[in-house]
DNA sequence: GTTAGCATGTAAGGAGTTACATGATTTT
DNA sequence: AAAATCATGTAACTCCTTACATGCTAAC
């Protein structure tokens, strides 16, 4: 039964795709180059490195042993294994539910690069639809319910109906040049359809 | 020794300094009307309250047993004590790092009308802080390593730090306008000590 | 009468933070 | 020589989610 949507591993075995690399530096990637909002400690990093390991999707070289160039630090760097990079594969084409969360969304979002354009479009449609919901809810309640409304309340719900409008929007672009990747896509194989014929 | 940065318990009774209401309830509205990101689930809300039952903080009255008006639904609703009116007051005060937080942030700002200004000061310029340190770091990073740089991840970084320069600017906003009237209030002082004197 | 929503809870488990601990190396 | 940063880790604790469980009431 695979876990369910798992931002952290995902971004792990995604990292270490491009490159092996040590804890220490995969914990400022995750911070600085994916979408992440809090800070990942170490307390969560380490642990879970040892649990891949044991999972057989990524393994540790201990550079220290290595009798390299001159005193290296102590690092343990670590890449993926055949199983990794499969379950890496299976994670990033699942698209579902799980996928459109605040977390989880940055995370396959940096990573579409290596994901199938069908997934592309049920993450970016997912997490359109999610926000739809959440910005529909939200104004709902404003609308009904006589609520709180001073001056500060209101003033942090315009400034967040706007973000998630904003955010709306900007999948919409992502979507709409999508759509043009894939139609030039099935256009090219159009023609060499053609040709084979 | 105080609990630290809870946003949860502070949107709880921030929200029953405005009314009692009963936990369903609650739970909307802490879902709608404060900056909230991710659902707040039963399993979270209900033994919270029956914690803070326990403080002193709040008392339950359970609207079932009263002979008012026909069949209403079984309800237990909640309001501050003496205690949790001082709890409340306490923990707004404490405009410290845990209140720079995304979570704790939006729901000390939708409280501000019962935060004293120089409080509010100290929160807004906190965050401010916290969010240019964030946006150095991640520039600092992608100017710096050579790192991942597909298309996506680009995108991705671009509008994360499209984002936050954004709550900068409305930050800096709501600094000036908290500036002015303290002035305001200040200059008002000034002339009712002039008029004393 | 049946579905949808109101309303309150419990138990188990997982995940992450915090604080602690250690030691090497680079910079000032 | 001291301070900062690199680098890895452990343990306790807290918090939250998930799934389960129950029963009432309004609407269709």
Known sequence: MARRGDALELAI????????????????QVDHELGWTRLLSY???????RQLTRDGYIVADDTSNEPGSTS???????????????????LLEDGGPAAWGDDDFGVRFALFS???SPTRMRVLEGRRTR??????????????????????TRELRRYGLES?????????????????QTFEKSF??????KHDS
């Not at 998630?164 to 043009?180: P, T």
């Open 43 to 49: 307390g969560t990093l380490y642990p879970r490195l």
């Open 131 to 152: 926000l739809e919901e959440r910005l529909a809810a939200v104004q709902e309640a404003s609308r009904a319910r006589r609520e709180r409304s001073d001056s500060y």
């Open 164 to 180: 998630v409008e904003r955010e709306i929007r900007w999948l919409n672009e992502l979507i709409e040049r999508e759509r043009a």
């Open 188 to 193: 090219e194989n159009d023609k060499e359809e």
């Open 114 to 116: 290596r994901t199938s």
């Open 13 to 28: 075995l995604g990292l270490l795709a491009d490159a092996p690399v040590h804890g220490y530096q995969l914990r400022k």
């Open 72 to 90: 290296r630090r102590r690092r343990i760097v670590y890449r993926l294994t055949a199983e990794g990079k499969e379950r890496l594969a299976e």
